[in-house]
Every structure is written in C-alpha cells, then in structure tokens.
C-alpha cells in the first residue's frame, strides 16, 4: 500500500499540490468577485448569473477541443503557459468601466485556457506518481479542489470587502503567477508525449487528427467506454445541488438549512476519498458499480420527505458513495496509453461536466410541474438503473482484462 509519506516524498507532486491549490482557490474567490463586480455595476440579478455561468459554459468545448495540446506540446510548458495567459486576462478584467460584454468574452477565455492546463496536470501527475501512489496522489488533489473551493468562496468574500471586487481580481491573477512558478521550477521538463502524424502536416490537420484519435480510442475501448458511463451517472445525484433550496422549503427549512444541505454532499464526498483510496486495488475496482448505484439511492428517500438531520445524512451518504470517481478516474487514465492521456482526459472530463450540468438543468424544469422531493427520488431511481447498466458493462470489460 502506498503512503500519504511516500507521495509528498517526491518534489514533483509537491509543486503539482502546491499550484493546485493557489489557482483552485483563486478561481473561487474570483467567481465572488466578478459576480460583485458585474451586481454593483448593472445591479441586475440576470446579468449577474448569466455571467457567472459562463464560468462553467467554456469546459464543455474546451475540454475536447483543447485539451489535446498537451499531448503535442511539453505539459510543464502548457500549464505555465495557461497560468500566465490566465493572470494576463484577469488582470485586463480587473481594469475599471471595461464593457461588460468584453470582461464576458474575456471571462470565456480564462476558463477555456484552463482545460490545456488541467489536462496537463493530470497526465504529469500519472507520470510522477508510479502505481497505487497515482491514486493516492489522485485522492489529494481531488480533495484539495473541493477544500480549496470552500476556503477560495471565504477568501473571495473577505478579499471584496477589504479591497474591492477589481482588486480581487488582480490578486487572483496573483495565483496564476504563483501557480505557474510553482510548476516552472518543481516540475521536471519531459519532452512532449505525443508523437506526431506525417499524414497530417497542417497544424489544423494534426489538431483535428489528435481530436479524432482520441475520440475513437475512447468510444471502442470498452474498459474506457464503461468507465465514462459510470462518471456520467454523476449526472442523476448531483440534482441535490440544484434542488437543495426549494427541497429545504418543502420540509420547512431555514435558508441556514439549505447551506447545510449544499454542505453534506462534498463533505460525504471528502470521508468517501479518504476510505476508498485505502483499500486494495482489486477490491476499488470491484466496488466501482455498486458504490455508483449506491450514490443514487439515498435521492429515493427523498419521495417521504424526511427532516433536515436525515436529508443531511442520506445526502452525506449519497456524497462518500460518489468517491468511487477517485479510483473510476484513475484507471481511465492509467489505462490511457501517455501519448493520448490528456486528450482523452479533456473527453472524458466534458463528459461529467455535461452530464452534471444536464442533469441539474432538467430537474430543475422538471420541478416548475412536480415537488422537489418527486424529482429528486426519480432521479435517484434513474441513477441506480442507468449505474446498474455502465457497472455490468464495466464489470464485463474488467473480467475480459484479466488475466486466465
């Protein structure tokens, strides 16, 4: 068994922690104040969400579409170069009376050249990290980005206060600068992985061929195919968020209700990492279909309406079983042969956004004609037969992989 000692042994992923940790955070707290910044200006609440949601909008196409460059360029050039690029946007939005429509575009920008960046990340981390230390490695980033959303959140608001949303922006380009140092003198320079098509000469051409590569080695991999479908189940529990506020007023809650609500899910998620990064390699793959439909069975509940303390605790027991993303995640990119990983992380990664963001999305239209409690229970019935359905085909492509 690997060690949490042995993993923070390597200065590699010691600078991989560290500038996971800056940028995460910063993302966060500049969410708050560009959400300030565009509610003070317009003091419009469409305006304000509408530009908020373009933070999550540019993932969809970035992750297939870009991500992919750091299989053709070194990877510590294409997150330095990421986090450079970031803090220079972000430091143009911060300039005051810029139109909102550009600080939008820009604000597009700064999320999609995040995609190259993250793809790199990840398949460095598989190269630094040998074996069970990748998926303990794994477990500490995954837990560092949902701790560091948490504390960004707090710092954001704090940072706001004190100096004002433009200045909090400038401070989060700060963190791309940090980040970026961070990688440029603790990651070790490899060449780049990738090896390139002589069928292909035009960059357009080699683009769109890596795009293409790595769909394919995806879509006819079972192993890899199974394991997608087992992210994208993620799409029927993850309701709770979006439902979380009209559900606590349908069982008489307070709004302090529904921030403990929104709370139990990744703190469920957190303990569920913990645990599930300590067992046996065998027995995580093993569990990978039944831990994803247990994910969904705690929203079936939901239909009697139990009080807040049993809804936190159903939701927080909805969040560990959701831990089997940790080892899922892991075994999708071992199993990535290094020359396609980050494109293939890039797919995959969009594919969890969507479905998440679908899912939240029509369960949310969904509870205009129904109560919050119905649709959440039939999202969670949903959950289990469609995770049922990718843990049998996951199940048949892990037994045809082993050996005898």
């Not at 042994?9 to 565009?38: I, N, T, W």
């Not at 991500?67 to 220079?88: E, N, Y």
């Not at 990492?273 to 079936?300: C, D, E, F, K, N």
């Not at 969507?354 to 999305?361: L, N, P, V, Y």
Request: proline share 6%; net charge positive; aromatic share 6%.
């Amino acid at each position: 068994m690997a060690t949490y000692r042995q993993v923070f042994g390597r200065p590699e992923f010691r600078a991989l922690f560290a500038s996971m940790v800056v940028s995460v955070a910063g993302d966060q707290f500049a969410r708050v104040a560009l959400s300030l910044l565009v509610f003070d200006r317009t003091r419009s609440a469409g305006w304000t969400a509408g530009v908020y949601a373009l933070t999550y909008v540019p993932s969809i196409f970035a992750g297939p579409l870009l991500s992919g460059l750091a299989d053709r360029w070194p990877r510590r050039r294409v997150m330095v170069a990421a986090d450079l690029l970031r803090a220079v946007l972000v430091a143009v939005m911060a300039i005051p009376a810029l139109p909102l429509p550009v600080v939008a575009g820009l604000l597009v920008v700064v999320q999609a050249a995040g995609a190259p960046g993250n793809a790199a990340r990840a398949a460095t981390a598989a190269a630094v990290l040998p074996g069970e230390e990748f998926v303990l490695g794994k477990g500490v980033l995954d837990m560092v980005v949902q701790l560091a959303q948490v504390a960004g959140f707090a710092t954001g608001g704090t940072l706001v206060a004190f100096f004002g949303p433009g200045q909090a922006l400038v401070a989060d380009g700060v963190t791309f600068v940090a980040s970026a140092a961070a990688v440029r003198f603790g990651i070790r320079a490899r060449p780049a992985p990738g090896v390139p098509d002589p069928g292909t000469g035009t960059r357009a051409g080699r683009w769109w061929a890596d795009l293409r590569a790595g769909t394919v080695l995806v879509a006819r991999t079972p192993r890899l195919r199974s394991l997608v479908g087992l992210a994208c189940a993620a799409g029927f529990y993850v309701t709770v968020e979006g439902l979380a506020a009209p559900y606590a007023e349908s069982i008489g809650g307070s709004a302090q209700a529904v921030g403990v609500l929104l709370a139990a899910s990744p703190a469920g998620t957190v303990l569920g990492m913990l645990i599930v990064s300590r067992l046996p390699s065998r027995v995580r793959m093993r569990l990978l279909g039944p831990l994803a439909v247990a994910a969904s069975v705690p929203l079936v509940v939901c239909a009697v309406q139990p009080g807040l303390a049993v809804t936190a605790v159903l939701w927080g027991l909805s969040g560990m079983a959701s831990a089997y993303h940790l080892p899922a995640s892991a075994a999708f990119t071992l199993a990535v042969p290094d020359s396609r990983r980050a494109q293939a992380y890039g797919l995959a990664a969009t594919a969890l956004t969507t479905s998440q963001g679908a899912g939240i999305a029509v369960a949310g239209l969904a509870a205009t004609a129904a109560s919050p409690s119905a649709v959440l229970a039939c999202c969670g019935a949903l959950g289990v037969l469609a995770a049922l359905a990718a843990g049998a085909a996951w199940n048949r492509a892990r037994r045809a992989a082993e050996p005898g």
